[in-house]
């Protein structure tokens, strides 16, 4: 097993997360009559400060991850039919694992928006996947930048400077991610090894 298997499930559940809040081809097709330049934001009714507000006061996991697929939806929106649509592609092809296509794709998604936190974070996530860890951190730094309390990037960023070996900055970022998502338990039972672990080091 790796030494990265720790944080397998953190990744899996919230790690740059690639799906969600994206519109279906089919809807797309369908609805011939939008305009792709029309807005398409599909936030939700809440923002994003009154979300993680309440996820930071949230102690019930089941509560909290509700609140996180909310709070994702919002920042997978951009405001643009034309993105969304860019968007799909790019997730499309990256699940048919046509991985030059997706980049381009998004690419193509961040010269059109720029702050649009979502592309640059699904970059992370291809770059995570395609094993360009020096590629992924550029792009998480940029969605830390864009969106600082981006649980997601912070716990990519975590995961990639521990299996990295730089785990007291590893720590410092899961810290950072309970900061904003207390509820996590998996989190919180890494963040306890992981000091348990650097708290012996120096000893």
């Known amino acids: 097993m790796r030494r990265f298997h720790l944080y397998a ?3 899996a559940a ?3 997360s690639m799906a969600f809040g994206q519109p279906s081809l089919a809807q797309a097709d369908a609805n011939e009559s939008v305009s792709l330049d029309a807005p398409a934001d599909g936030k939700t009714a809440k923002g994003v400060d009154a979300l993680i507000a309440e996820l930071g006061r949230e102690r019930d996991p089941e509560a909290a991850n509700r609140l996180t697929e909310e709070i994702m939806a919002n920042w997978n929106a951009s405001g643009s039919a ?3 649509l860019v968007m799909q592609w790019a997730l499309t092809a990256a699940t048919e694992k046509r991985n030059a296509a997706a980049l381009d794709f998004l690419d193509q998604a961040i010269v059109l928006k720029p702050d649009f936190v979502g592309a640059w974070n699904q970059r992370a996530t291809l770059h995570y996947t395609m094993g360009n860890y020096k590629k992924a951190v550029s792009d998480i730094n940029r969605v830390l930048e864009l969106e600082p309390r981006h649980f997601g990037a912070l716990a990519g960023l975590a995961a990639i400077l521990s299996e990295r070996g730089s785990e007291e900055m590893a720590l410092k ?3 950072r991610y309970l900061a904003v998502y207390p509820a996590d338990r998996q989190a919180q039972e890494v963040v306890t090894k992981l000091s348990e672990k650097l708290a012996g080091s120096r000893t």
């Open 9 to 11: 499930p953190l990744i």
């Open 14 to 16: 919230v790690l740059f």
């Open 82 to 84: 034309t993105v969304d």
């Open 173 to 175: 970022a899961w810290e």
